[in-house]
DNA sequence: TATGAATGAGGATTCATTCAT
DNA sequence: CATGAATGAATCCTCATTCAT
């Protein structure tokens, strides 16, 4: 039955299609949300007929998969070389330029951002992140292996996992919330939490937590 | 359109019949995801049929609307004792003791908080977890105001948002991710980090952090 | 997904609703074919809202399956009778019986028959209709083996499938050809050329044909 | 709409296409029924692009018109010939040339009869195939009346249809049927039938079945 | 109040057909 | 002539909601 799984667009008009129906489907769903994106909403918005739509996605769940592949590529294409870069600072100037960067990619998507996160678990999409999150993980387990050769892999693990999980949610949180915190205070304050957990965390520093 | 506000339910056994409604919304929400709790499928989960659902609920949002009310209740009846006991508490046992309860509250309900995160901004449901987090909110920037007495007001809005936010974000990442970390190991991690922020966190210690 | 597998109609009045729309659907189908028979077009001729369709069959070609059922179910009504009376009668006799008995099931539903032969293969209607054929041809088998008990089972049922072809085919195609031949004389014709097979195909007779 | 009414074509490349798309419809069509057998799977089928098939058939009606067209000329090719033939023949040796002839032009083409069967009445295809049988009708009548030169032309038609009835459609039936009777014995059965068909039916035989 | 049959607007998707290149 | 991208009316089907009993 259905034999059209994402045709490759050949011709350059297609190709601008194919873009116009990704950034169509992005606008309405972050202005309007995952229920008011029908087919022939976002159809409309990038001035196509609908049946163009299905040209080049299966499905309304390829597209949206499609809107997030965007969003996925374009936050990588911002954060691993400042993931790179920070690699070859210290631990805390590292930090601060992960920090902005993640912050600045989230500033240009939050309202889409909202939308994609609202989605089911399971699917595709959240592979992508999950892809996504790895390689962001990778990145964070090599340094602090670096910085902190005293650390088993199980503790490397968990320290690990909270760095990512602070260095994507903070910032995530922060362009959704839109608290009335300038941006420089915020990112001091996430920078510290960070730092600190770099540095300190661990068999050791718990013990000093706990006393 | 939507005209009947929510009849309050009277007699015992219509109460009993919005407890076994709201009941199999949160099943079928929980187990199958947002999309696939149609009206019907609930109605039929609850065992009533669909026009009685129309009986209790003014249409479906208000009855998904419900369902964020019960969690968000069930919430607060673990968390607010918790904030009023921390207040009696250190401010290092006070963090552990809310911590540990906002875990307890999302755990039972990992997979709803799921469903339930996937909402627009703007609806109700993003007014009731709002009112919740500005309950918290008051709690914390009560203790965090008389824990650090040289704090401005806005510098303590600042430290308080993030101290929340932490609070709220951690343990939910945690139980929708399941990281391989144990419980206890989390926990310490998540008090260090918020203990450090509630304790550091400030024009001063910025300062320290920056050197 | 799907999870109406033509629900049971509990009431009085939805047992109407399912008769009106198979009824509205052999309607639709018999005028103007399988193309515009439409579940849009059978739901307005039965003066029922789409949606209703789809309470009691699962899709299309569940609708269109129970029209088949419908059909194959009234001519067994008529033939079954005839065969069994024909068990009881001479060859001829019996022979007449069910001619004349096919020929009257056919004609009543001659445009319908159209419709419905025109379907492809393979589906769950090609099954129906060939029930009522295996049945058809239970029947036929046994009154030949009786008849012609010199005949091995291979030319039995070489001999049957024939008959059973003759019987079905002929009056088939005498209702949709509608030729200039009063019925009278098509019968007596059909009867013939069934009683001759019946009583001479074989071994010895085809001898007799080649000579 | 459909306007222009299938260009002749004039070039030699133009006749091979023209063959590629009618060959492709008729391996779709056969191999997948009427209902996948889309314009689009079809050019995809023939290797040219949809527009193509639109510059040789003037719609989709058109195209399977032709698929017909061809089925007929092939079929006439086989049958005619044949029927020349048998009209030096003696009756029985007639009927064997003309029930070969037949099932040879049938078993080639089966699947794609059935797909083609498929059509309502009153459409331009009924019409071919209507005209395919006037021709055989023709014939048949033609050495009817030669040899049974007592019967009147009322009786001629009847005993016309039955035998052009029984020389197609007994073919057709075990062709689409394909029932475990080796060829030649069901050749030796049909021609049984046609032949004491051909040589008794009329007044007197009539008497004679019925005493 | 409860039931469940009925509703119908609206959504996803298809496909015969057109048309710019 | 050929291409293949684009079209959009039409189709099947869903599901929140209503209403007669």
Redesign the pocket.
Known sequence: ??E?PR?Q???E??R??VERIITAAARVLEREGDRA?????IAAEA??????????FA???DLLLAVTERVVTEFEARVVPALRAAAREDVVTGIVTVVGATLDAMEERAPLLRALTARVPGDRQEELLRALRARVTDFVYASTARNRPELSPVELERVTWMLVELAQTLPLRYVLDRPPIPRDEFVRDAVRLLATHAIEAGPRADDGAQA
Chains 1, 2, 3, 4 share one sequence.
């Open positions: 039955m259905a059209n045709r667009p050949q011709q008009r297609s601008q299609t994106a029908t087919t022939n909403r001035g196509v007929s609908p049946g163009s739509l299905y040209q080049y499905d309304r769940d």
